[in-house]
């Protein structure tokens, strides 16, 4: 179970989780939310045109982003296995995504959907800090640094996303119920999906994740 994708509403906890299991498996976390963000902070092209989409919680366009993990997976650390955290996000995403890894001779082990209310997203989203260095996410209340607005990893001073005040949160909600919830059927039609509740400790949430992908605890 190396080929797995991590679905759910912005503020579940897909990051903070992949980047746990990713860690442990030895597998790359591709992230596309971090990789666009990558990008705008380069300014390249690509960068320039996804800001416009990402600072009013619009999803980019799908062959931006399928372009995205087309050259990713294709790296040699992707080969024996990769945690997917925030693609696909559309149906066309995750046609895309068959046809890649058809050709590459791989296939999807496992997607496992984070189920959380959307009183505890707002909660979660409006006070998550993130390291603008080293990607990690913290909470005010949830998780807080060890050294306060500093990132437990690399130092750096934590910054709030733009994208995560509460008016532009609301739309990306809004965003994940029209374009993302579908892949729920599509999924489950492929009988690849597992629901995991997100809403315990985090510890809780990583052994149910755990338990859903066949993995150890
Ligand atoms: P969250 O962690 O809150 O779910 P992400 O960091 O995954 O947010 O995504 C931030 C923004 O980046 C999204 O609102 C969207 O504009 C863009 N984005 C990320 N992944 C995708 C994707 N697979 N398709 C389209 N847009 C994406
Ligand atoms: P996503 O990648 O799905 O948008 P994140 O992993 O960034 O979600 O988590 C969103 C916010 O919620 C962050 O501030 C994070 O520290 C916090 N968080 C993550 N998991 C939990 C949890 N199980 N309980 C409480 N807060 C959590
Ligand atoms: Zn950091």
């Known amino acids: 179970m190396r080929r797995l994708v991590f679905l759910g509403p912005p503020g579940a906890g897909k990051g903070t989780q992949a980047r746990a299991l990713a860690a442990e498996l030895g597998v790359p976390q591709v992230a596309t939310g971090d990789m666009l963000r990558e990008a705008v902070a380069a300014k390249t092209p690509l960068g320039l045109l996804a800001k416009r989409y990402m600072d009013s919680g619009a999803l980019v366009p799908d062959e931006v982003v399928i ?3 087309a050259a990713r997976l294709a790296e040699p650390d992707a080969r024996s296995g990769f945690i997917l955290d925030g693609f696909p996000r559309t149906v066309p995403q995750a046609e895309g995504l068959e046809r890649l890894l058809k ?3 791989q296939s999807i082990d496992r997607v496992i959907v984070f189920d959380v209310g ?3 997203l707002l909660r979660r989203l409006t006070g998550r800090r993130v390291c603008p260095k080293c990607g990690a996410a913290f909470h005010l209340v949830f998780a807080s640094p060890k050294a306060d607005g ?3 990893q690399c130092g750096s001073a934590l910054i709030q996303r733009e994208d995560d005040r509460e008016e ?3 739309t990306r909600l809004a965003v994940y119920a029209r374009e993302t919830a579908p892949l729920l059927d599509h999924y489950r039609d492929r009988h690849l999906l597992s629901a995991v509740s997100g809403e315990g400790e985090i510890q809780a949430v990583r052994r149910a994740i755990r338990r859903a992908a066949g993995l150890p605890a």
């Open 67 to 69: 372009g995205l993990i």
């Open 103 to 105: 050709d590459l001779g």
């Open 168 to 170: 532009t949160v609301r």
């Open 150 to 152: 500093r990132c437990d």
């Open 118 to 120: 959307e009183g505890e």
